[in-house]
């Protein structure tokens, strides 16, 4: 490493020696001293080890290019070929002692030989002194100065040498500019968030027409940072508050214009990438970029960023169309203004999101119906009349015709059908299926589950169930949705089903809307799978699952133990299948159903789509309310879903018991038969739980003892969680009556509609017993 370094120290010094002291300088030539090339070499290695790097990307290809072409444009054809010949050899030169960074080499000597470039037959014979001034000093006067240029090939321009380190090339300025339309700060131009500009440092050393030049261009970035925070903030917005059909079609319509704007800075970035030519160079024609030609290209974006720049101040504090009392015509009165809007809207829906011609003839037919044509001049000056009678029959057949549109091309009401089936579980033997195929998978860590598993079981569960005669392209459009989880999560809690509404559907089943019937779609699924848990502690409980031959092994204290403890479980269970069943004949019935009903029906009598969107709205809001998810519902909703928790807990209870009671009586058939039978059956594998295949070979005390520990145990476990379910069931009920929404007193009604819960009540001094 050290010799790599000492190796570069000294080609360095080599170059700094050739420029300073070259063989065929004059003897009357003023001759730098040893100590103006230490300054020299001790400054060209400061710039070499510092970070400066050039302005314009690192491009290989294009630094060969740029050479070949000027010497090809300045008759040096012989040496254009030469110069590829020898770059072909140079960039096949690959492994130990070969140049790793070409590119960079390769631009040094195009800039050193550019700086070398002198008028023919014009340069004095001798380097002035302020040559050395200049290096002693770390910078170079003017490129063009006639004293600092000498006729000695090889030498340098006192200016060409080393510049001052806070002067700014003009292609770097080029190039922060086109950072700065970006909105992207640049090595010198940094946006000031106070003087809300782009400012140029006041230390960088350039003339002051180029720092007012800087200064006006910067105006189309001030410009494109308003425009696209505008866009930005409002797609942020979006999902949480919805900021309207009118206003993502605005912000649709800006992007647009701000793809245009990317394209136009792809090519002058492009042309960035050429050197810009020295004055004496003939580049009328040159594909190059400089500050006055970025200002020609600018000058139309200027006009169109303004003009988008000040449609995004006017319509910061706007949403969706708005009528303006002021601007309205005296002869125009509020309500026609606000049916022209509607049907303007209406026409605006069926162009663009439904792709739709035919409305045009409803125009027609409206303008013929009302006595006039759809001809500009046929209303006649303070014809208010007819033109309120234009407006109401083209009103009338434009949202009739959408309404079709909705119906009949793209079955709006079949697609709600269909989220009612699905998303809130009215489809019942596809629930069921579904949810008994899924169930073993769910019970997995959420972060082990495949969606993709998942989406197989749900077209399974489609296929096994009468879901397989409904329109495939409804059934394409369900699909299975996981959402976040964290650690710790199992399947059944980030498990859901997403429907896919396209446009023109996505109008209506926006994003918004579509978070809220997941919601739902949530909290019935865990309704759904409580009703499931229970179901399954049923069946691991059933009486006959315990034979009588069974009670008449055991001692009478475990006998009685036993009884008490499956007694409690069974008191238990009914409480908790009593409050599920109800709950969920309340929610799939009084709450979807009705709702379903009373939308059918608005369904049938709207007459716009703003009705129909008002009338999905209040089916929709009339479900979160019923089913304890509304805003005013929020402390039931949480000692509703304790109460879920609390019944998935006592199932896990539920089934160590009635395991542990399956084992216990074939334990005891076992210790009944003789001898050689236990011993064959004791050399046989068991895959019983570790605790009750530790119960074999142990003596009849043993196994007595081990039983009534067992059975003591579990009683414990499910008097805590009877007295916790009481709890939480009172807290719950309590609540019902003092609930706004009156259908949730109807709950009330079927959960206590024999009066069992408030004699209990009344009985306990206020507090429920079960």
């Known amino acids: 490493m050290e010799d790599d370094e000492r190796r570069v120290v000294d080609l360095v010094k080599e170059l700094v020696h050739r420029l300073l002291f070259n063989p065929q300088t004059p003897v009357s030539s003023s001759i730098p001293t040893q100590e103006e090339y230490n300054q020299a070499l001790k400054y060209s290695l400061r710039i070499l080890s510092s970070r400066m790097k050039p302005s314009i990307a690192a491009d290989e290809f294009s630094v060969v290019e740029s050479i070949k072409r000027r010497l090809a444009t300045t008759g040096k054809s012989s040496e ?10 140079f960039s096949l030169r690959n492994g130990p002692g070969s140049v790793k960074n070409k590119w960079a080499v390769l631009y040094l000597l195009n800039r050193i030989s550019e700086d070398q470039k002198l008028k023919k037959n ?14 002693l000093s770390g910078g170079l006067p003017a490129l063009h100065d006639s004293d600092a240029l000498s006729d000695r090939p090889g030498s340098l321009g006192r200016s060409n040498l080393i510049k001052e380190e806070n002067e700014v090339s003009e292609e770097a300025l080029v190039r922060d500019v086109l950072y700065a339309c970006q909105g992207i700060d640049g090595a010198y131009l940094k946006f000031d968030e106070k003087a809300d500009e782009y400012v140029l440092p006041d230390f960088i050393k350039v003339p002051r027409a180029t720092r007012t030049m800087v200064r006006k261009l910067c ?18 917005r979006f999902p949480a508050e919805d900021i309207g059909t009118v206003g993502q079609a605005f912000c649709a319509a800006l992007q647009d214009e701000l793809s245009v704007y990317y394209k136009l800075l792809v090519v002058l970035e492009g042309q960035s990438m050429n050197p810009i030519p020295l004055v004496s160079e003939n580049a009328c024609s040159g594909n190059y970029l400089s500050l006055r030609r970025l200002s020609v290209w600018f000058a139309e974006p200027m006009v ?9 101040d006017s319509c910061k504090v706007l949403k969706g169309y708005r009528l303006l009392d002021a601007m309205l015509p005296s002869f125009i009165s509020q309500s026609l203004a606000q049916r022209i809007l509607r049907t303007g809207k209406s026409i605006n829906f069926l162009r663009v999101c439904c792709e739709d011609r035919v409305w045009a003839d409803a125009a027609k037919e409206a303008a013929a119906a009302a006595g006039t044509t759809t001809r500009r001049g046929d209303l006649g000056y303070g014809e208010t009349d007819a033109l309120e009678s234009l407006v109401a029959e083209a009103a009338k057949r434009i949202d009739k015709h959408l309404l079709d549109v909705m119906y009949t091309r ?3 009401k079949e697609h709600c059908l269909a989220i009612k089936r699905y998303l809130l579980l009215g489809q019942g033997d596809f629930v069921q299926y579904l949810m008994d195929i899924v169930g073993p998978e769910l019970s997995e860590p959420a972060n082990t589950i495949s969606s993709f598993k998942l989406a197989g079981l749900l077209e399974s569960a489609i296929a096994s169930s009468n879901a397989q005669y409904d329109d495939r392209d409804m059934l394409d459009r369900l699909r299975v949705k996981m959402m976040p989880h964290n650690t710790g999560d199992r399947g059944w809690d980030v498990f859901s089903l997403d429907y896919d509404a396209r446009v023109p559907l996505n109008t209506v089943f926006t994003e918004s809307v579509m978070s809220r019937y997941l919601r739902i779609f ?28 069974f009670f008449s092994k055991l001692p009478r204290a475990v006998t009685l133990q036993l009884i008490l403890t499956s007694r409690k479980c069974q008191v238990l269970w009914d409480e908790m299948n009593h409050f599920v069943t109800n709950l969920q004949y309340y929610i799939m019935f009084e709450v979807l159903e009705v709702s379903w009903s009373n939308f059918s029906k608005e369904m049938e009598v709207a007459k716009d789509l703003d009705d129909l969107l008002g009338a999905h709205e209040k089916y929709l809001h009339s479900i979160i309310e019923k089913s304890l ?29 009635y395991e542990g009671i399956n084992e216990l009586q074939s334990r005891a058939t076992e210790s009944s038969r003789p001898y050689r039978d236990k011993a064959k059956l004791q050399k046989q594998p068991s895959n019983r739980s570790s605790e009750s295949s530790s119960w074999l070979g142990e003596g009849r005390k043993e196994l007595t003892r081990r039983a009534g520990e067992f059975l003591r145990n579990m009683g414990q476990a499910v008097d805590a969680t009877s007295q916790e379910y009481s709890s939480l069931f009172e807290g719950f009920i309590s609540q019902l009556p003092i609930q706004q929404h009156v259908d949730l007193k109807f709950l009330m009604f079927r959960l206590d509609f024999t009066e069992f819960y408030s004699q209990l009540k009344s009985t306990a001094g206020g507090k429920i017993l079960l």
Do not use: C
Request: aromatic letters at 14%; charged letters at 25%.
């Open 219 to 236: 105006e189309l970035g001030w410009l494109f940072r308003k425009v696209k925070g505008y866009v930005t903030d409002s797609m942020d």
């Open 304 to 312: 169109k960023m303004g003009l988008m720049a000040v449609l995004v």
């Open 410 to 412: 793209y079955k709006f």
């Open 629 to 657: 998810l509304g805003e005013r519902s929020e402390n039931l909703n949480k000692t509703l879903f304790t109460l879920f928790d609390l019944i998935l807990r006592f199932r896990s209870h539920a089934d160590r018991l």
């Open 80 to 89: 254009a070929l030469t110069f590829a010949d020898l770059y072909s050899k």
């Open 122 to 135: 014009r340069f004095s014979d001798k380097i002035s002194s302020g040559f050395l001034d200049s290096v």
């Open 522 to 549: 949530n909290f019935l699924w865990k309704l759904r799978r409580i009703e499931h848990a229970l179901i399954g502690v049923w069946k691991g409980m059933k009486p006959n699952r315990v034979t009588s031959q």
